[in-house]
């Protein structure tokens, strides 16, 4: 009966100690959030505000995996989940300059096309559905921001002017977040 007793008690107080951290990370991430404006938006929203954005503090990053977003400043660093059904792919097609990438850092990464409308086209490759085509400017860092389904292979065609690149690309948990390979002829 001690046995079990001392299982179930060693199981509280693991429990115990595992909510605290989880609220302890909760307030770390939302004072985060405040200190850094981003507070009260989506992971999306957050996103597309931080590949907008070109002032950030001293000390700032803001990297995107398949899975997380990671953010830190000179106090902490925040991870936040990215929806599990999207994966999250950032674009710079180029004419004459590029960069080699591969998880998209979202304060330091420049393209060479920046704030310009680009036409995407975004097919399943096994089953040629059309997940995105539309009109897609870039931000001020050059970059275009797709939310892709998970776990596809995808082929996307961007048009600039009269130029186009197309690319086959995958969205796994294993795939790079930035694409700047696609030049523009």
């Not at 040629?128 to 292979?153: M, Q």
Request: include cysteine; charge should be negative; charged fraction near 25%.
């Amino acid at each position: 009966m001690k046995k079990y007793s001392f299982r179930i008690g060693l199981m509280i107080v693991v429990l115990l100690l595992a909510t605290i951290m989880f609220y302890d990370n909760k307030d770390k991430s939302e004072e985060f959030l405040v200190r850094n404006d981003l507070q009260d938006m989506s992971v999306e929203e957050i996103v597309a505000s931080l590949e907008d954005k070109r002032d950030e503090p001293i000390g700032f990053q803001a990297g995107i995996t398949s899975t997380k977003l990671l953010l830190s400043d000179e106090e902490d660093t925040v991870e936040i989940d990215l929806p599990k059904d999207q994966f999250y792919l950032s674009v710079a097609p180029y004419i004459n300059q590029t960069h080699p990438c591969g998880i998209h850092n979202l304060v330091t990464c420049q393209g060479e096309l920046a704030n310009v409308a680009l036409k995407v086209l975004v097919t399943d490759s096994t089953t040629n559905e059309v997940i995105v085509d539309s009109e897609v400017h870039t931000y001020s860092n050059g970059f275009a921001g797709l939310w892709l389904p998970k776990d596809r292979v995808l082929t996307i065609t961007v048009t600039y002017e009269s130029l186009q690149s197309t690319k086959q690309i995958s969205t796994s948990e294993d795939d790079n977040t930035c694409e700047t390979t696609m030049r523009l002829l």
